[in-house]
């Protein structure tokens, strides 16, 4: 039964690496076209290339990242090291990156209740920032995205709460791919 479960266990990573082996070639195949197109395109169309070019590499960046992580978690050498942290401080660590998109789209974050939660604060202020990071391109602009934290007996929890759309049900399977 454990075989069992470690198989599926490599075959569910298996699955997420080659995902995101396939979600490399894009980016890189459209870059080469656009260098390709940058020698001759007109000073305009120049920079639009320099811009796309660019969010690719952002992008690219963030999924060898994601792939690291992953390899790391499966060799089991990440060490989580769990503290007790106030929600408002894992909201301070996550502010700097999400601050220039808040400004852009007029948004706010605001915090409801500031509990403590016990975690490893690096990896919580990473997933933390993911999630707002999502509640703040898929919200309205001119909105508050709430954060709330709270415990009960058997564990402490973050919210987060934007006024977006919502998904599909069907969509929910897939949401933590």
Request: hydrophobic share 45%.
């Amino acid at each position: 039964e454990q075989i069992k479960v470690i198989e599926s266990e490599r075959d569910v990573l298996s699955k997420y690496m080659a995902d995101i082996s396939h979600q490399l070639k894009t980016p890189i195949t459209s870059m080469m076209i656009m260098v390709d197109l940058l020698k001759e395109a007109e000073p305009e169309k120049q920079a639009e290339f320099i811009h796309n070019i660019q969010f690719s590499l952002s992008k690219m960046e963030w999924l060898v990242g994601a792939l690291l992580k992953m390899a790391k978690l499966d060799a089991h050498v990440i060490d989580f090291i769990k503290k007790d942290v106030k929600a408002s401080e894992l909201l301070k660590e996550v502010n700097p990156s999400v601050a220039i998109l808040l400004d852009v789209n007029n948004q706010t974050l605001e915090l409801k209740n500031d509990c403590v939660i016990n975690c490893d604060k690096r990896w919580t202020v990473e997933a933390l920032m993911n999630i707002v990071k999502n509640a703040i391109e898929y919200s309205p602009k001119d909105n508050a995205i709430e954060i709330d934290s709270g415990e009960n007996p058997m564990y402490s929890w973050i919210s987060v709460k934007d006024s977006g759309v919502g998904m599909n049900r069907d969509q929910y399977a897939a949401l933590f791919k």
